[in-house]
């Protein structure tokens, strides 16, 4: 009879990712979800109408390191002003072999660590080594965990920031430790940025080709349904288009879809050396999320929950 699952608050959760682990075992599950090493369906999403949201189901299997998990997650059009949260997640990892759940844990802050980290991984391999403008649109959750691990692994000289309003701009500044300069336009904070973060719940496009610098790198982390857009046709037709799933691009991203513009590898190819990182170019990473991101980021939550556990029983 297998035990009783063991729940992982996110706190807990807080306490036991570190960007240092997380980001090689993400580049390595990139990679083999790219040479078809991982069963993970796009995501099954099912409309919330009447709550203005959206349910998506994100499984994946990993044969060959014994990984069953799922996260569910909501999302929500929130109204300006409402106070719900427009993201709820939560992370189920399984045991392959008997069924059964084995932890159950917060997926908040593995959605915000996870796809930040990605975003990093993707301008390692596509952004100019000598970046030195980052400019971030949005400012919620993505933009603080985005603004905690660029500005852990690059040194860049500026980090620019952009918010729809005055209020949610100033609270980002106070909830940031480092440096960074506030835009009053979506194009005042990216011409000239050698990198851009688009983390917004934009559903028309924010980011015009014609601001974008030559050369830039482009990580597209928001609009994630197929009518959905946060960059222009100028740029998804000017820029070479990397994804972190071909499919998954091509089912909800309306920039892909809308814009008519062809994926031209997946991060994972890059990764795997099938495909060229086109750095001197300007770079989109369009960005969905996936389940293989959320699987190992749980099993390190869970190995050092486990760890933890063990020392304290000695
Ligand atoms: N690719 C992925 O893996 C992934 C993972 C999680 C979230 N997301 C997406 O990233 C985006 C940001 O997520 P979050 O958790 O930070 O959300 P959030 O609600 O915490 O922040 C959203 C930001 O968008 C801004 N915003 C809202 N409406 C806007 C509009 N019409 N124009 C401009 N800005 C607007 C808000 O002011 C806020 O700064 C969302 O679109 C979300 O669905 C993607
Ligand atoms: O991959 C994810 O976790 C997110 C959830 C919200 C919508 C976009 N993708």
């Known amino acids: 009879m297998a035990g009783s699952p063991v729940i992982i608050s996110e706190q807990e959760v807080a306490g036991l990712l570190q960007y240092g682990d997380l980001i090689p075992r993400l580049q390595e599950a990139l990679g083999k979800f790219s040479r078809r090493e991982v069963d993970q369906p796009v995501r099954t999403t099912v409309p919330l109408q009447k709550h203005n949201g959206f349910l998506g189901l994100m499984p994946t299997y990993i044969e060959t390191e014994g990984l069953l998990c799922t996260k569910l997650v909501c999302f929500y059009q929130r109204e300006a002003g409402s106070t719900l949260p427009s993201t709820q ?9 008997y069924g059964n759940v084995k932890a159950v844990m917060d997926g908040e802050v593995i959605t915000a660590m996870r796809t930040a980290a990605v975003s990093a991984i993707s301008a390692k391999l596509l952004m100019r080594p000598q970046a030195e403008v980052l400019a971030i649109l949005g400012t919620g959750k993505q933009a603080q965990s985005h603004y905690n691990v660029f500005t852990q692994i690059f040194s860049f000289k500026e980090v620019r920031v952009w918010s729809h309003t005055k209020e949610r701009a100033e609270q980002f500044m106070s909830s940031v430790t480092g440096p960074v300069t506030p835009c009053v336009s979506v194009e005042a904070a990216v011409r000239g940025a050698d990198a851009i973060v688009t983390v917004t719940r934009c559903t028309e496009p924010v980011l015009f080709g014609e601001w974008v610098k030559p050369g830039a790198h482009v990580a597209a982390v928001g609009a994630c349904r197929p009518n959905w857009r946060e960059l222009d046709d100028v740029l998804m037709k000017e820029a070479v288009v ?8 091509a089912t909800e991203s309306g920039d892909v879809i809308l814009s008519g513009a062809d994926v031209f590898a997946e991060l994972g190819d890059v990764i795997n050396g099938t495909k060229p990182a086109h750095r001197e170019k300007t770079t989109v990473f369009k960005s969905l999320g996936m389940g293989v991101q959320d699987a190992v980021s749980a099993k390190l939550v869970f190995d050092q929950w486990k760890h933890f556990l063990s020392r304290k029983l000695k």
Request: hydrophobic letters at 40%; proline letters at 6%; charged letters at 30%.
């Open 89 to 97: 997640a939560t992370v189920v990892l399984l045991d392959p072999e």
């Open 242 to 249: 990397y994804a972190d799933s071909r499919e998954g691009a």
